[in-house]
């Protein structure tokens, strides 16, 4: 979806400027988004104009190249990612050049910036980042508080963040089917509930602040998006209703809260800490969130979980799983230690040992004594995916598993692929099975490993080139049905010629194989018939 292509807004939420400031009336935006559009200024525009060495050099929260090259060009769009984006200031003359309709002014009017004066070599200075933005389904802008990278201080404890690494992930994980009404729990600034709008018929963000309700109002307003915007925690401003798809990216930080010393030690932020003990905040997304979830819906979050002394890496998941009543799938991308647990958010909220080392040292102790004190050996981050499948099984389908390494910035085809075929699959027998023509995916290749001098492999392997990158290590009967499916012969017929083949029995070879071509279909490298 083009920048600016959205539809109008719904916000009962605290209209725009409550709380932060920013916004004004319908009038202004429209210049606003007329001037964003005339400037060019989108994603791709600004890779142009600053280049690669500049923009990998913004993705390590480094500015200094960026500036350097926008300084250089005379491009509107690149006076504007100075003014915005990398916290440069510029003169009135520059600005009123990039905004020509909406004006300096009207900008300080809405809460955009400030300005020193009204001569044309005075200062400008931006008192928000806004920024465009592409969740691979479609460009829009985000505006959203200064970032440490370009105030060069802590953030604070109200702060509302823009597109972060997360941010970014839940939107590329998020299925894109076209569904009714989509939830986004936790929206920020909304850059979720803008990425629903681009296939939900209605979208609603609920959020605890204040302050991130105004910028989201701002954001869908500029945006020209329809948003029901809920001031409460969580779920409670939807208790009773219905959704088809329910997002969220809580505030899912582990957080000491276990003795009034430790809570005095650490400043707490409104966009990662939950308020709540431990994990708690998300195992009660993951039990709650059925209530709100209609048949055939999908509840989709990142998440932190504790994995605690004695314990496996997903007990405490699997747990949560069976109590939710819902099908499941947790994929853990990575784990920490409690050091590196606490360095990491230390980190995310601008506190550091050169910086401050007396609250650095408080804040880490906090978090090691927390830890310690509750037996926390690391702590799990990974993606929740929750399914209320049409026709339930008669158990639930959980699954947990770790993937790490790089993978597709767009996983929601292959997350919606597998629900589709965990859903088939729940019922079809093994008969009914057999009699399926399946097809090999068209990203899957073989291959073969032999011990210098043998005629025959001594490992044979799977391998999928999209999706999750799965291998699959595939026994001689195995590689042998894969490697005749191709929709003509159905698994029984081709059992039955290896069969012959290897001389034994077709129930035998069905027997052996029926549950890895189950699970090569979970995993999409064999198809089913459509």
Not at 273 to 290: A, E, M, W
Not at 496 to 510: E, I, M, N
Request: one cysteine or more; a negative charge; aromatic letters at 6%.
């Amino acid at each position: 979806m083009a920048y600016g292509d959205r539809r109008g807004t719904t916000c009962s939420a605290p209209t725009i400027a409550a709380v932060t400031g920013i916004g004004g009336s319908p009038q202004q935006i429209d210049r606003l988004r007329s001037d964003l559009l005339h400037s060019h200024y989108d994603v791709d525009t600004l890779a142009d104009v600053l280049g690669e060495l500049a923009t990998a050099a913004m993705a390590r929260e480094q500015v200094l190249p960026a500036i350097r090259t926008a300084r250089s060009s005379d491009d509107p769009a690149a006076v504007l990612v100075r003014l915005f984006i990398l916290g440069d200031d510029v003169t009135v003359a520059e600005a009123t050049g990039a905004l020509p309709e909406l004006g300096v002014e009207g900008a300080a009017g809405l809460g955009l910036l400030s300005a020193a004066g009204t001569a044309p070599e005075d200062r400008v200075t931006a008192r928000v980042d806004l920024r465009p933005v592409d969740t691979s389904g479609g460009g829009f802008w985000l505006a959203a508080d200064l970032g440490e990278a370009t105030t060069g201080t802590a953030v604070g404890a109200e702060h509302v963040l823009g597109l972060g690494g997360a941010s970014r992930t839940l939107a590329e994980l998020t299925v894109r089917t076209p569904v009714g009404r989509a939830l986004d729990l936790g929206t920020g600034s909304g850059i979720q509930a803008l990425n629903l709008a681009g296939f939900a018929q209605s979208v609603v963000g609920t959020d605890i602040s204040a302050a991130a309700l105004s910028y989201a109002a701002f954001n869908a307003a500029l945006n020209d998006c329809a948003v029901d915007l809920r001031r409460g925690s969580m779920l409670e401003p939807v208790a009773g209703e219905q959704f088809d798809l329910v997002v969220s990216n809580p505030p899912f930080v582990i957080t000491p809260r276990g003795t009034e010393d430790s809570a005095q030690a650490l400043e707490t932020y409104t966009y990662r800490d939950g308020g709540r003990r431990g994990d708690d905040l998300v195992r009660d997304l993951i039990t709650g969130v059925g209530a709100v979830l209609a048949p055939g819906g999908i509840a989709q979050f990142l998440a932190n979980w504790e994995v605690h002394r004695g314990e496996g890496a997903f007990d405490r998941v699997q747990q949560w799983l069976a109590e939710s009543g819902l099908d499941g799938w947790v994929i853990q991308r990575e784990h920490a230690d409690p050091a590196e647990y606490a360095e990491t958010w230390l980190r995310d909220g601008g506190i550091t040992p050169d910086r401050d080392a007396d609250a650095w040292r408080r804040g880490y102790t906090a978090w090691l004594d927390d830890f310690e004190a509750r037996g926390v050996d690391a702590v799990g981050f990974g993606y929740v995916t929750l399914h209320k499948p049409l026709r339930p099984a008669a158990l639930p389908w959980h699954r947990c598993e770790e993937i790490t390494g790089t993978l597709s910035p767009t996983l929601w085809p292959t997350i919606a692929a597998t629900l589709a075929a965990k859903d088939r699959l729940a019922h079809l027998g093994d008969e009914l099975l057999a009699d399926q023509r399946l097809r090999v995916a068209g990203d899957v290749t073989e291959e073969r490993h032999y011990t210098p001098g043998q005629m025959d492999p001594q490992v044979i392997v799977l391998r999928q080139g999209g999706g999750l990158g799965r291998t699959v290590r595939a026994g001689t009967a195995l590689a042998a049905v894969v490697g005749a499916s191709d929709g003509e012969l159905t698994v029984g017929q081709i059992a039955s010629g290896v069969a012959v083949l290897t001389d034994t029995r077709p129930a035998d070879v069905l027997a052996d194989v029926l549950p890895d071509v189950r699970g090569l279909i979970l995993d999409g490298l064999l198809l089913l018939p459509e």
